[in-house]
């Protein structure tokens, strides 16, 4: 068993590792946000967090894969193009001190910086035009600090929790941002969530996309597929 002490960066570098094997993996939160480790039940005192190693279970979880060009990256937690991609660009590029309240300060203080680029999706068997303010392809459900954008995802059913949020405004992100934190962004009118194995999305132009926090840049078409049950994760059942 391989413990990854950090957070989302340093558990996908570690499991990216292990991918395949018969290694377990845990974490051990000391990161920002922590969001696979809270999308795995793990606890975020790091006591019991290294008690789990004793006391969790053995699960197989499924991973997400990207395709952008010639390139391939691999998600554990959840990967997105838009906004949440965009201030992940400004956090991870910024000195000082990092956590939930310098993510919120740089949400406010960058939105009019922010422009949704169009975007044409393929996804179960259908096509959607739109301009997502943030389209989030997720395996668990939390982007961090308890903020859940995909309440419903699961880690290990072999599908991904699509959300398409569109037409946020300043003032509707005012208004609702607390629903990221109780587990009710999908009663959104403005929020459309579904289940699905892969994603294709033709961007007419560059756009920032994340995988688990993670930022690139690309104006190439991008396939996010789920690999099923691929990581063995040591983690409470």
Same mark, same amino acid.
């Given at each position: 068993?391989?413990?990854?002490?950090?957070?989302?960066?340093?558990?996908?570098?570690?499991?990216?590792?292990?991918?395949?094997?018969?290694?377990?993996?845990?974490?051990?939160?000391?990161?920002?946000?922590?969001?696979?480790?809270? %999308?795995?039940?793990?606890?975020?005192? /790091?006591?019991?967090?290294? *008690? +789990?190693?004793?006391? $969790?279970?053995?699960?197989? #979880?499924?991973?997400?894969?990207?395709?952008?060009?010639?390139?391939?990256?691999?998600?554990?937690?959840?990967?997105?193009? %838009?906004?949440?991609?965009?201030?992940? /660009?400004?956090?991870?590029? *910024? +000195?000082?001190?990092? $956590?939930?309240?310098?993510? #919120?300060?740089?949400?406010?203080?960058?939105?009019?910086?922010?422009?949704?680029?169009?975007?044409?999706?393929?996804?179960?068997?259908?096509?959607?035009?739109?301009?997502?303010?943030?389209?989030?392809?997720?395996?668990?459900?939390?982007?961090?600090?308890?903020?859940?954008?995909?309440?419903?995802?699961?880690?290990?059913?072999?599908?991904?929790?699509?959300?398409?949020?569109?037409?946020?405004?300043?003032?509707?992100?005012?208004?609702?941002?607390?629903?990221?934190?109780?587990?009710?962004?999908?009663?959104?009118?403005?929020?459309?969530?579904?289940?699905?194995?892969?994603?294709?999305?033709?961007?007419?132009?560059?756009?920032?996309?994340?995988?688990?926090?993670?930022?690139?840049?690309?104006?190439?078409?991008?396939?996010?597929?789920?690999?099923?049950?691929?990581?063995?994760?040591?983690?409470?059942?």
């Amino acid at each position: 068993m391989v413990a990854s002490a950090g957070g989302d960066g340093t558990a996908n570098e570690t499991a990216q590792g292990l991918l395949g094997s018969e290694t377990a993996m845990t974490i051990i939160p000391y990161g920002s946000g922590n969001g696979l480790a809270r %999308g795995l039940r793990i606890p975020m005192n /790091k006591e019991k967090a290294i *008690r +789990t190693i004793l006391t $969790g279970r053995p699960r197989l #979880i499924d991973v997400g894969e990207i395709t952008d060009g010639e390139k391939r990256k691999l998600f554990f937690g959840f990967s997105g193009i %838009g906004y949440d991609a965009f201030i992940g /660009k400004l956090f991870n590029d *910024r +000195t000082g001190r990092r $956590g939930l309240f310098s993510y #919120i300060y740089l949400s406010i203080v960058s939105y009019s910086k922010f422009k949704p680029v169009p975007l044409r999706i393929k996804v179960n068997d259908k096509e959607i035009f739109t301009n997502p303010f943030v389209l989030a392809v997720a395996n668990t459900g939390e982007y961090g600090n308890g903020a859940k954008i995909a309440p419903h995802a699961i880690p290990d059913d072999g599908f991904f929790e699509l959300c398409i949020l569109q037409d946020m405004t300043m003032f509707k992100g005012l208004l609702h941002g607390w629903r990221l934190f109780d587990g009710s962004i999908d009663k959104m009118a403005e929020m459309t969530m579904l289940r699905t194995t892969k994603v294709e999305v033709f961007p007419e132009s560059s756009v920032y996309y994340h995988a688990d926090g993670e930022t690139e840049q690309t104006s190439s078409p991008l396939v996010f597929s789920i690999l099923p049950l691929q990581l063995k994760m040591i983690a409470p059942m």
